[in-house]
């Protein structure tokens, strides 16, 4: 049974913190899992640090579906949100037939749609049709052309929009909201604001939770760490590492040795060649 949203409810309401951070692909669910994550999401981070791209904005639909689909695959227990991703629900029609796609091809028991007072009406219609939706506010990676990669909301006015953002989101159905690069107290006010949980990024310590990029927890990606990361393991490293023994390996000859390999009856390849039987070795 997996966790539901009443689940994670239920933890803001008992102050139990919620460890959400993202997953790709099958071993990175099954590995986030298994260390306990209640939450997973299949982030559109996924452009840039599984496929390569700069930003967020080239990933498709399809990419989505089908790491979703791994994602579940990897999973028993998490509850699994996905990214809708850039200009896939920019109408309400839009949002409907993206929600439908990685609701009905994956599995996933909800969307996440970046945005706030412009996107409430699209929120409204895929709750009402019984799309669960996470929001996200503050920073916005598909919208960093405008926005600057940067803490956003620092001035009176742009802080109460998003506690207005916030609240209208709550209103409109949504079950939670993630804030990514907001100010600590402005993210602890947000949170205590509203009913839903509140997911930091970036946020603080006062939100209901984390939410972390699985490659900045691992050190997979990146020279330069975020600021708001904390790396865990320096697992890039260690892959190289075990690679570099591999290359050295094969190139001397240590691998593979016997143990590594099969063997068959001489007198098998001495007819398939059609010679006379050597011992093989
Ligand atoms: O795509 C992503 O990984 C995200 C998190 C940073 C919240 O949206």
Redesign the pocket.
């Known amino acids: 049974m997996r966790t539901t949203l009443a689940d994670i409810q239920q933890m803001k309401a008992s102050g139990e913190r919620i460890a959400m951070l993202?997953a790709y692909d099958f071993p990175s669910a099954k590995i986030a899992e298994r260390a306990g994550a209640p939450v997973l999401?299949v982030?559109?981070?996924l452009g840039m640090v599984v496929l390569g791209h700069d930003t967020?904005l080239p990933v498709s639909l399809d990419d989505m579906v089908r790491h979703a689909s791994a994602v579940m695959r990897g999973s028993r227990k998490a509850l699994i949100v996905c990214?809708l991703p850039f200009l896939t629900y920019a109408s309400e029609a839009d949002a409907v037939a993206a929600a439908r796609r990685v609701m009905q091809e994956t599995g996933v028991q909800a969307v996440?749609l970046e945005g706030g007072a412009p996107i409430i009406p699209i929120v409204k219609r895929l709750t009402d049709l019984g799309v669960p939706v996470m929001g996200?506010l503050g920073f916005t990676?598909q919208s960093q052309n405008q926005l600057g990669v940067k803490v956003q909301a620092r001035q009176a006015a742009a802080a109460r929009q998003l506690i207005n953002d916030a609240l209208a989101l709550e209103a409109a159905g949504a079950f939670a909201v993630?804030l990514?690069l907001v100010p600590a107290p402005l993210a602890e006010a947000v949170t205590a604001r509203l009913r839903i949980p509140a997911i930091g990024?970036g946020a603080g310590a006062g939100c209901d939770g984390q939410?972390q990029?699985w490659h900045d927890l691992l050190g997979l990606y990146d020279a330069k760490p975020h600021r708001h990361a904390k790396r865990y393991a320096e697992i890039g490293d260690a892959i190289e590492t075990a690679l570099r023994s591999y290359v050295d390996e094969v190139r001397s000859g240590a691998f593979p040795t016997k143990s590594n390999s099969s063997t068959m009856e001489a007198a098998e390849l001495a007819a398939a060649l059609e010679v006379d039987p050597l011992p093989l070795i």
């Open positions: 993202t999401l982030g559109d981070s967020t990214d996440k996200h990676p993630v990514e990024i939410v990029v």
